[in-house]
Each structure stands twice: as structure tokens, then as C-alpha cells.
């Protein structure tokens, strides 16, 4: 879902329900599909949007990129505990499996053929990059 307007005039406003594929998750743009209304089916790319504070608190500015979109219909691993569901797709795009969680996930469908697992995309699995900018701790 949208929580911001880009595109009036396409109909691409404040809470509109998109699908995005969760196998065309990248980590700078996003891949959509219109679910309801006059232009279901169109597609749009949502860029990540620059956002900065409005008070200027720091002797720096401060300036964040991000999505302006929300997941209406997917849920984490401890969220399903208890749940039955008759299809499950898993992401591995993200590190946020801790031991356990794959086993809580996979438990919540009866067979084999009902779980969709979608690889990580990025070259080196299970390695987490720390980004330090060292500019903004010398002040």
C-alpha cells in the first residue's frame, strides 16, 4: 500500500494496494503491479524518497531514503504461530530467521508443494554489512 500520493493524475495516491512479486524485491526500487480500480494491472516503479527532519536539532542535516510503501498482506514467522495457511512464500533477501523461526514458518502449511522459498539475491548469503560514516562521530 502507497502512504504517499506520487502521481495523481495516474491514480497513483495515498493508499493504493499494489502486488509486488516478492522474487522482484531489490534494494533501491520496487516493482508494481495496481490490485483494484480503473487501472488495475498498470505497473509503476517506486523509487526510494529523500526525507529530511524538520527541525534542525544537529549542527549536520540529516537526510534518510526510503520506501513510502507498507505490506498489507504479509506477515512475520512468530505473527503466524498458531495460524494454518494454505500457501506460504519465504525471503531470504533479509537475515531474519533466528533458530527456530524457518521451523515456525514452515509448520504452517500442510504439504510440500504449498511453500514457495525465494533465495537471496544478494553475492554473499549470511554476511551483514556494518556501515559506519565516520564524518558524523567526529563531530
Not at 32 to 46: D, E, H, N, S, T
Amino acid at each position: 500500500m502507497l502512504l504517499l500520493t506520487l502521481d495523481p493524475a495516474k491514480g497513483h495516491c495515498n493508499g493504493t494496494r499494489y502486488i509486488r512479486p516478492i522474487h522482484q524485491m531489490h534494494g533501491h526500487i520496487n516493482d508494481a503491479r495496481v490490485v483494484c480500480g480503473p487501472l488495475a494491472g498498470k505497473r509503476i516503479v517506486i523509487p526510494r524518497i529523500p526525507l529530511k527532519p524538520s527541525d534542525n536539532v544537529f549542527p549536520f542535516q540529516m537526510i534518510r531514503k526510503q520506501f513510502l510503501i507498507r505490506p498489507s498482506f504479509a506477515i512475520i514467522a512468530n505473527k503466524s504461530q498458531g495460524q494454518t495457511l494454505k500457501k506460504i512464500g519465504i525471503s531470504f533477501n533479509t537475515d531474519f530467521f533466528p533458530h527456530g523461526q524457518l521451523y515456525v514458518a514452515l509448520r504452517r502449511v500442510g504439504s510440500r508443494q504449498s511453500v514457495k522459498i525465494y533465495p537471496s539475491i544478494y553475492p554473499a548469503p549470511g554476511v551483514t554489512s556494518n556501515v559506519v560514516y565516520k564524518e558524523i562521530l567526529q563531530l
